[in-house]
């Protein structure tokens, strides 16, 4: 019985059957899905004019880090014409999200 029950629940909230179904929104758009983050870290090479001269090594300054939250979704969705398939392209967007002072850092928590 629970085995059962519990495909009954996957498959409802899984098969995206079409725009109507119960799971299309989330297939669409999964920001309300656990975040992913991106972290950027640059080096700033100071004194380029130099290096190239060749009057002095090369000096590096640390930029950053950036924050990026990833938002994945699936744009022009087109659907087979036996439902079977669902054609889209990836529409991923990147947000700028920097940690809020006096918060904990999220990737040490």
């Known amino acids: 019985v629970i ?9 409802g909230d899984l098969v995206v059957e ?3 179904s ?3 929104a989330s297939f669409a758009d999964n920001s309300a899905d656990p975040p992913v983050y ?8 100071t004194n380029a004019d130099a290096v190239l001269e060749g009057k002095a090594q090369a000096s ?16 022009n969705a ?12 990836e ?3 990147y947000l700028y999200d920097p940690p809020s002072p006096g ?3 999220p990737f040490t928590v």
């Open 78 to 89: 087109t659907f087979s014409t036996d439902g079977r398939m669902i054609t889209s392209r």
């Open 22 to 24: 119960k799971g299309y």
């Open 103 to 105: 918060l904990p850092d």
């Open 38 to 45: 991106m972290v950027y870290t640059f080096w700033n090479l």
């Open 60 to 75: 590096y300054v640390e930029v950053g880090p950036y924050y990026y939250r990833k938002i994945e979704t699936h744009v």
């Open 91 to 93: 529409g991923d967007m």
């Open 18 to 20: 079409n725009q109507q």
């Open 3 to 11: 085995p059962a029950l519990l495909r009954h629940a996957l498959v």
